[in-house]
Nanobody
């Protein structure tokens, strides 16, 4: 099973940018669909972006479409989330997740993922 470690979170002003990284260990990364989810204080964890095993399929939540970009480098076992034009409502803990059970497909459904990172905090100030 793949193990995931997120990094790159922090405090940024509204309108700024951050790039999150998720480093994976294990033999299944390159065949896994990957996703980013976030959890705001007092709210449920919600889908942000997903990418299939070869980067050919990408999907985004409507609230981040056009501002965020997910990508992956299978040679480095890493998936990224580039976040631009950040808003205070983007604040939350961001989680990376791996789906090794669905032939590497992208998915917006949390229950499709069988491995999760510990999360990285993103705080956007107004």
């Amino acid at each position: 099973q793949v193990q995931l470690v997120e990094s790159g979170g922090g405090l940024v002003q509204a309108g700024g940018s951050l790039r999150l990284s998720c480093a994976a260990s294990g033999r299944t990364f390159s065949s896994s669909g990957m996703g980013w989810f976030r959890q705001a204080p007092g709210k449920e964890r919600r889908f942000v972006a997903t990418i299939n095993w070869n980067g050919g399929s990408l999907y985004y939540a409507g609230s981040v479409q056009g501002r965020f970009a997910i990508s992956r480098d299978n040679a480095k076992n890493t998936v990224y989330l580039q976040m631009n034009s950040l808003k205070p409502e983007d604040t939350g803990v961001y989680y990376c997740a791996a789906n090794s059970r669905s032939s590497g497909s992208a998915s917006s459904r949390g229950h499709d993922y069988d491995a999760w990172g510990q999360g990285t905090q993103v705080t956007v100030s107004s």
